[in-house]
Structures are given as C-alpha cells and as structure tokens.
C-alpha cells in the first residue's frame, strides 16, 4: 500500500509528530510506503506534493482538529481516526486499512 | 450521534488549538508586566517601557474570545466563517457573554454559514461573490444582530447568575466557598467552568476582596504539578507520548496556563479530572479559610511572591499537586506501550473499525 496522510493534534506539540513516527516508522516495517505531513502549531512540516497524494493508494488523517487543505485529498479512498488511536494501535490500524481496502 | 459529538469535540479542539498560542503570548507577556511593576501597571502609561509589554499582553488577552469564536467556526464552516466569527466574538466580549458565548456563537456562525451555502443559490455570475460578500456580510449581519439583541442576553445572564449565586454564597463558610471556587477550577483546565470562577474571583478582586483571587491562582496552578507528581511516581502509568505532553503541560503550568492538561484528561477523563477536582477542592477550602489573598489576575509562579503570605501560597500550590499527584499515582491504571520499533506484534494487533470515505 502506498498511503499518505496527515496528523494534528489540538495542542499540535507532541501527538502530532509522535504519531507521524510511528506511523511512518510501523507502515515501513509492515512493508508498505507511508508520508505523514504534520500540521502542528508550528505549521506545515513534511508537506505532501501533488504527485505523492496522487500516487497514494489511500489517505489516513490522523486528527483531532480540523485538516487544512483537505480538498487536496478529493476523490481519494480516505480514513480518519483519531492520534489517540493511531498512536495506540498502528499496526491495527494499517492491517485495518489493508483490508478495507481489498473490499 | 457518536459522530456528530465526536465532531462537535472536533471543532472545540480545533478552536483551543488556535486560542492556546494567544492565551500563551498575552498571558505570559501580561504577567512579566506585573510581575516587575506590580499591579498598578494597567495605569503606568508612559512612565514606564514595561508598559508596553503589559498592554501587548493586556491587547492579546482581549483576542482570546474571538480567536476560538473564529476558530470553531473555520472548523465547521472554512475560510468564510473566519470573519463573521472573529466579529461574533467581539460582540461577546462586548456584551459580557464571554467564553461560554463565544463558544456557542461559533457554532451558530459556523452552522448558519453551511445553511446559507446549501440553500442559498445565487446566479454562476454571482458565484465568486460568495465568499468574500455574501456569506460573511449576510452571517455577520443576521447572527451578530441576533446575538446582539436576543441570544446573547440569557446567556450573559446566565454568567451574571452564577456569580451572583456565588456571592450569596459568601456569607456560608468559607471553606465551602473555596472549595467551590476550588473545584471549578480543577475541573476543565481552563474551560468554562474556570473561566466562570476566574471571572468570579476577579469580580471579586475589583471590590478589594482578594481571597477568591488567590484561590483560583493556586488551584489552576495545581493540575499541571499534580500531573508532574504522578508522573515521577507512576512513570510506568503514563505512555511516552503523555509523558511528553506532561513536559509540556508543566512548563506551561508554571506560567498558570492550565490548558496543557487537557490532552491528558481526554485520554483518561475520570481520573485525572477525577483527583484533580478532589485536590483543588481541598486546598481550594483551605487557602481560603487561610487568608492568602493575592491581588495580580494571571502570571503563575511569577506572581506568588507578590501575594500577601508568598510562602503559604507556595506551600498551597505544592499541597494540592502533592494530592493531585498521589491519588492519580494510585489510581491511574499501568499502560503497555505497544508498537515499539522492534518486534511488531502484527498477528496480535486488534483490529480497528474504520470507515473508508470519498471526499
């Protein structure tokens, strides 16, 4: 799978950045690509192209605030969860998304 | 239904994530004006260049209501329901519905520009003049006006009810009251409720009575060392991602912005909320029935040395963290971090439910 994505926390200090490794890190261990653009109070770090979001095979917003810019994403297989769960259960969560997908 | 709270905390999050950098920046700046000239700073135009980093302070606390009015509007509405909600939020401040106003005002804004854009067809020659004419001038107009005149009223009324209440209550003991006060504020971090108080306490302060203020100094500053305290006790109890945001949440607590905490209490509601509103209501009831009176609004740490008994003050903030920390120490529940780097437990992992969605 080749997923892109997301993460925002409300304080956008740590979650968002914790759940971006974790992610990125899990995704690539299971043997699928992964980018997580981080949009924290710092601002947009990692920022997906339009030709990532365009190769991806599904969208995972991690958030617990609102997206910005997530019109780029139209069209697009997406998830949404919250980094709560997405740094509790990673593996789940892909494994999840892997399947979801084959449906 | 789910779905819908869960958005409505969704937009709330996302409007306390836009008002915590100016809650930070005008609290903090507010604070080292006091803290250097004292409180009487608000007159010293002029005399002094510290001055002008109070009132930057003074100007930044003032945007606190419409920034999250605003916010929790985008949130709901986009782009377009910025303005009319940095307006609404205003017209809050102005008629003293406050945070709870701003609040609700947000998603009236919000949800009355989605309305407008559903129902509201308007010719293809007309289509760019929605955003920038429409939408704001037609939602500011009927929403402001109506908060203005009708829905605004009860719930500033409301507010004015509550603090009358609490007054009243002053002639009961004192510990009853503080420890109210007390418990208000350690329920929601800064949120309503503590804000209720807060406004409470610096009603108060106006008519020199300086009590209440300390109570609500002390007990805000208590959530942020409690959690610490657990931390140092119970480190297995907390993931490292929570113990990142007690970092975090601490080193903002000492500047008396208890906003830090929340995402804590939303991965455990009942037990942090659980012990820090028994730890603010017992030392809420004491520093009261002590007598320390405090005469600065804000500042955190900075400012107990500018109180009238600077070391019962200290030791009330230490007591209540102590409380707070302890009985989360023992009550919090052990965490196993799953997903470290090495070994994945793939075949293990529960399954989650999930929703693909088209955008």
Known sequence: ?103 | MEKTLRNIKNHVMTGISFMIPVVVAGGILQAIGVAICGTGISQMEGETLIWYVWKLGNLGMSLVVPVICAAIAYSIADRPAIAPGLILGFVCTYINAGFIGGILAAFFVGYFILFLKKNLKVPKTMQGLMPVLILPLLTTLVCGFLFFTVLGRPIAALIAWIVSALTNMQRGSRFLLGAILGALCGVDFGGPMSKTASTFANGLLVDGVAGPEAVKLVCCMIPSVGLAVSALLARKKYTRVERDSIKSAFVMGICMITEGCIPLAMNDPLRVIGASVIATTITGGVTYVLGIENYVTAGGWFIIPLSNKPLLMAAMVLMGGVIMGVILAVWKKPVNEDGGEAGLDIEGAADIDIEIEHL
């Open chain 1, 1 to 103: 799978m080749n997923i892109v994505g997301v993460s925002a926390c409300s304080a956008g200090i740590a979650h968002t950045y914790i759940v971006q490794e974790k992610l990125e890190k899990t995704a690539k261990a299971m043997g699928h690509s992964c980018k997580i653009e981080t949009q924290g109070s710092i601002g947009v770090e990692n920022q997906l192209t339009p030709e990532e979001i365009a190769a991806a095979d599904i969208v995972l917003l991690a958030v617990d605030i609102k997206v910005s810019g997530a019109d780029r994403f139209k069209g697009k297989p997406t998830v949404k969860v919250s980094t709560e769960v997405a740094t509790k259960n990673p593996v789940g969560l892909i494994k999840s998304m892997e399947k979801a997908l084959e449906k």
